[in-house]
């Protein structure tokens, strides 16, 4: 379901939404990699695209976070997305964009001077099993514990997520 957003076609329809973290190689492609499949088992492929990257670009071109590549595919996700730095032209590209903390919402900022906050939204919003946390953190110096945290909290917010895109688009689940 990834695709390069440089290959996206002018004509495209689809509802594109971009996760962002700091290194796009833990939470980000974990989100997309959940919210991927989500959409995939609900049968609406060709209602949404989906990517991530980071708001720093030293990971650039890296597959995710072994650790975290070892977590999410014991719960049944395969992250191969290639960490990659947001550009300007993603805020023109994708309707919503979605950080995992309010740092990363920072980075944006600083990034483009005028930021659509109508866009660009952060992932706590959607929790519904997990309410009191305010962001997804990152698991990157933690043990095993941290990967299996965010990868709850993810699963939750993407759930939650799709089914507010879905009311709000008046989708139907197929």
Not at 59 to 83: F, I, K, N, W
Not at 116 to 144: F, M, N, S, T
């Amino acid at each position: 379901m990834h695709i390069d957003n440089n290959y996206l076609a002018p004509d495209d329809n689809r509802y594109k939404i971009l996760f962002i973290c700091l290194g796009n190689i833990c939470r980000s492609p974990a989100a997309q990699g959940i919210m991927e499949k989500l959409i995939a088992d609900r049968g609406l492929q060709d209602r949404f695209y989906v990517d991530s990257a980071g708001t720093y670009g030293g990971h650039s071109g890296s597959l995710p976070d072994q650790r975290m590549r070892v977590h999410a595919r014991r719960r049944g996700y395969e992250l191969t997305h290639r960490s990659r730095q947001v550009t300007g032209r993603d805020f023109d590209t994708f309707d919503l964009i979605v950080v995992m903390d309010r740092s990363n919402l920072h980075g944006l900022r600083c990034m483009k001077e005028v930021v659509d906050e109508q866009k660009v939204v952060e992932i706590a919003r959607y929790l519904r099993i997990h309410p009191g946390h305010d962001c997804v953190p990152d698991p990157y110096y933690d043990g095993a514990e941290g990967f299996e945290l965010v990868l709850d909290l993810l699963e939750d917010a993407c759930a939650g997520l799709l089914d507010e895109l879905c009311k709000n688009n008046n989708i139907t689940i197929s």
